[in-house]
């Protein structure tokens, strides 16, 4: 199993540019969350998927837009960068939804938006 | 407002001794609680969990308190070793969200 896939591993945007990020995971697993870590921060949760076609948001969803059309994929898109949206981008899966169940995190996209 | 609060932003222990790492929480409906493990330039893995229902879980050379009357976890780490160096996370679940603390680096010294 590859387990949790996240591409670009790099980005750089201009202001005002639009992205998705790529999230996959070969699991099965129901849970999808994305996460962005800031310096002093911590984790903070995004937005989170709890099956195929159910999204909602997390801590800080402004921004950022979600979709999930397959168990495997949870795409997350930047439709206008702003230089807010600097930082370290992790994506993450679990097997069950309805409960706590250990989250497998991907290795991480780090944006910089100019 | 940070729901779940790591207060100290580094530790630094000498190798063999005991690492305690701190979380501070609000919200009374959190049902999990759970550490994790960074590395640089890596994801964060799992290291242990707790139920609110359980005041202790341990594996191996760590062990998780949880004291529910004073909103407050802590992680133990015994014996500390130069390879526990890394960022750790608290976190905690509550109805499908996972909230994490601002993490605490942890420098274990040869």
């Known amino acids: 199993n590859a387990g949790v896939t996240q591409t670009p591993k790099f980005q750089v945007l201009k202001t005002g540019q639009s992205m998705t990020l790529q999230c996959a995971q070969d699991?099965?697993?129901?849970?999808m969350s994305w996460y962005r870590q800031d310096p002093g921060m911590g984790l903070r949760l995004i937005h989170y998927?709890?099956?195929?076609?159910?999204?909602d948001q997390g801590e800080v969803p402004n921004g950022y837009n979600v979709s999930r059309s397959t168990t495997e994929d949870f795409p997350l898109r930047l439709l206008s960068a702003a230089p807010s949206q600097t930082s370290v981008y992790f994506c993450?899966?679990?097997?069950?939804?309805?409960?706590?169940?250990?989250?497998?995190f991907g290795p991480g996209t780090r944006l910089t938006v100019l | 407002d940070q729901q779940v609060k790591q207060n100290s932003p580094s530790l630094s222990v000498q190798e063999g001794r005991i690492s305690i790492l701190n979380c501070d929480y609000t919200?009374?409906?959190?049902?999990?609680f759970l550490w994790y493990k960074k590395y640089p330039a890596e994801g964060p893995t799992f290291l242990i969990s707790?139920?609110?229902?359980?005041d202790k879980n341990e594996d191996g050379r760590f062990t998780v308190f949880l004291n529910k009357s004073a909103k407050h976890l802590s992680l133990h780490i015994v014996p500390s070793q130069p390879g526990d160096s890394a960022v750790y996370f608290c976190?905690?679940?509550?109805?499908?969200?996972?909230?994490f603390g601002t993490g605490t680096r942890l420098k274990v010294l040869a």
């Open positions: 993450a899966s679990s097997y069950g939804a309805s409960t706590y169940n250990e989250q497998f």
């Open positions: 699991m099965n697993h129901e849970y």
């Open positions: 998927s709890v099956g195929a076609g159910i999204t």
């Open positions: 919200n009374s409906m959190f049902d999990y």
């Open positions: 707790i139920s609110s229902i359980k």
């Open positions: 976190a905690a679940y509550g109805t499908y969200k996972y909230i």
